[in-house]
């Protein structure tokens, strides 16, 4: 099996890491990557398409098909948000990407499998005190229930950024030599960019025992 797969974030660092892997990985076939703006990058395997709405995908659907992996890798800051909008940009977008792959597929939605990245903390029973994490619950539920072949929630911590890609968030330039320490002393916690992007490979590939995947699983299938 060869993977052709969409990826969505992929201006900002995970989705700039999962890209960065998927085109060097060799089961790999090809990419389409759907941004607000572009991402930079050039490839043979990548096909890269500018949308600014990803509320509406209708000018796009056509586009779409012939995938067998969706990698979203969208998503924002909750911080100085309210509850609506953090729905609104995180469940209702999330969603609404995933039932659209779902109705333009139709019964061929069961050959996707579709990968969507919350992180740790995130509330599954979406009764929890903090908002984000409820909203994060949700999404991950929502997406859970849907015909694809196989869904998988990826709940990372800290994550090591790959050395040479462009979107690493700048707290990472001083926190990043501490890594090793992170690993030895907080493993649980902390995964890396290359792990988290190969490990979507993997379990795209490989299928794997759980359907939520933190750091541990996330290490444990990205190696």
């Excluded at 490990?199 to 939520?212: A, C, Q, R």
């Amino acid at each position: 099996m060869k993977i052709k797969a969409i990826i969505t974030g992929s201006t900002g660092m995970v989705g700039e890491g999962v890209l960065n892997q998927c085109l060097h990985n060799e089961n790999v076939e090809s990419v389409l990557v759907i941004n607000r703006r572009p991402c930079g990058v050039k490839h043979p395997k990548l096909v890269e398409i500018i949308h600014k709405n990803f509320m509406d995908l209708s000018p796009i659907e056509d586009k779409l098909a012939g995938y067998n992996a969706c990698y979203f890798c969208s998503g924002v800051s909750s911080i100085g948000k309210k509850e609506d909008e953090y729905i609104r940009i995180t469940n209702e977008l999330t969603l609404n990407f995933a039932y659209t792959l779902v109705r333009i597929y139709g019964e061929r939605s069961r050959t996707i499998t579709f990968t969507y990245v919350s992180g740790v903390g995130t509330d599954s029973t979406e009764n929890g005190k903090t908002m984000w994490a409820r909203v994060k619950g949700k999404t991950e539920n929502d997406l859970l229930k849907l015909p694809f072949k196989a869904a998988f929630m990826f709940r990372p911590g800290y994550i090591q950024p790959i050395k040479g890609l462009n979107n690493a968030y700048k707290v990472y330039t001083f926190l990043s030599p501490f890594y090793p320490i992170l690993e030895k002393f907080i493993p649980k916690y902390v995964c890396t960019l290359d792990e988290l992007g190969n490990s979507m490979i993997n379990v795209t590939l490989n299928g794997y025992e759980k359907n939520i995947l933190d750091c541990v699983d996330i290490r444990k299938t990205g190696k």
